[in-house]
């Protein structure tokens, strides 16, 4: 793994799985995996209370969002036998394999795994890797430069975190991006904080969510995109889709880029590395990359959770885990 830090005080937030812990998760993901079939029925949580502790311990440490890092990377997961990378959007290559069990697991303990009504048809484990023609898309299909953002910013639901498992590096050495907005804060003036915390900016429904619509994507209302006390920042940003009200705002969202480009760390994922993200205090991107659509281009899987759905959206539902339609909920908060 290569690592590169741009803030000396900017530490490694990683464990590494020993061979028996890593053993032991992938049995668990064994017979978890099968309860995922159909995706939107498991319930995982007889297998919670073994997953090795010193996994367990650390994600619980990691739910509670007090770490000013934002991510945490786990070393040493199982991936077992991987096919070639598909070519195509929307495969479902692994569909039955164990490592949907692990991240569900995961998911699990942190909160709840969930998928969303209007993406990707509600799955819960979405393939990340590139597709031939869709190499300029701002979704995990791309190849080019994928700038700072937070999962699903439009969406009054966002998740709390998300997983992202390595399972192919690929031919280049690609970095995953991570930027903590509890370290930015410091590169930020008073006035652009000031600004960044008002009602200035509406988010446009990301791409993933608008798949064959025609038209002007649908925004959201006005929002914030800094909030919390000092010290305990949170963020709702997508460099492609966050966009201003005015000139204030845009050059405030100027500042808020450069400052999560200053304390940005790289992290290139090897097989068997899993990077959980604070998706409330750690904004994402990825260095952009030639694939070759050979089998051997990058592969991660990806899972969201979500720490407390409220009743009146499980109410609303689709199934056990997706989430409602943003069109069903969008104004609700």
Same mark, same amino acid.
């Given at each position: ?24 998760? $992938? ?5 978890? &995996? @099968?309860?995922?079939? /159909? /995706? ?13 502790? #010193? ?8 739910? =509670? ?14 991936? !077992? ?33 969930? @998928?969303?009504?209007?993406e990707?048809?509600?799955? %819960?484990?979405h ?27 439009? #969406? ?5 975190? %998300? ?6 590096? !690929?031919?280049?050495? *690609? &970095? ?34 608008t798949?064959?619509? *025609?038209?002007e ?5 006005? #929002?914030r ?40 760390? =790289? ?13 409330h205090?750690a ?15 990058? $592969?991660?899987?990806r899972?969201?959770s #979500?720490? &407390?759905?409220?009743? $009146?959206?499980?109410?609303?539902? /689709? ?9 069903d ?5």
């Amino acid at each position: 793994m290569a690592l590169a830090v741009r803030e000396k005080h900017v530490a490694q937030p990683a464990l590494r799985l020993t061979r028996d812990e890593a053993g032991t998760l $992938w049995e668990l993901s064994e017979k978890s &995996a @099968g309860l995922l079939d /159909p /995706p939107h029925s498991s319930d995982l949580s007889e297998f919670l209370p073994d997953v090795p502790a #010193h996994l367990r311990d650390a994600l619980l440490d990691f739910r =509670e969002g007090t770490a000013s890092s934002g991510y945490l990377l786990v070393k040493g997961v199982a991936t !077992g036998d991987i096919p070639d990378t598909p070519l195509a959007y929307g495969t479902r290559a692994l569909v039955g394999h164990a490592s949907n069990g692990t991240l569900a697991l995961v998911g699990d303990v942190l909160g709840s795994l969930i @998928g969303y009504a209007d993406e990707k048809n509600g799955d %819960l484990l979405h393939d990340v890797h590139p597709v031939r023609g869709e190499e300029h898309r701002m979704e995990n299909s791309g190849s080019v430069a994928f700038d700072f953002h937070t999962e699903n910013v439009h #969406h009054p639901l966002r998740p709390d975190f %998300l997983g992202l498992l390595s399972l192919r590096q !690929g031919h280049e050495a *690609t &970095a995953t991006r991570v930027a903590s907005i509890r370290h930015a804060v410091a590169h930020l003036s008073e006035d652009e904080n000031a600004v960044l915390r008002r009602l200035r900016f509406r988010s446009l429904f990301p791409t993933s969510f608008t798949r064959g619509l *025609t038209g002007e994507r649908p925004a959201t209302a006005e #929002h914030r995109v800094l909030f919390g006390d000092p010290g305990y920042e949170f963020l709702r940003f997508d460099s492609f889709n966050t966009k201003p009200a005015d000139l204030e705002a845009e050059r405030a969202l100027g500042a808020l880029a450069e400052a999560l480009e200053a304390v940005c760390v =790289e992290v290139v994922l090897e097989p068997g590395d899993l990077l959980l993200v604070n998706n409330h205090i750690a904004a994402h991107g990825r260095s952009a990359f030639t694939p070759r659509y050979d089998g051997r281009d990058r $592969w991660l899987r990806r899972f969201y959770s #979500h720490r &407390a759905v409220p009743g $009146w959206a499980r109410l609303m539902m /689709p199934s056990k885990r997706v989430l409602p339609a943003t069109g069903d909920i969008q104004g609700i908060f």
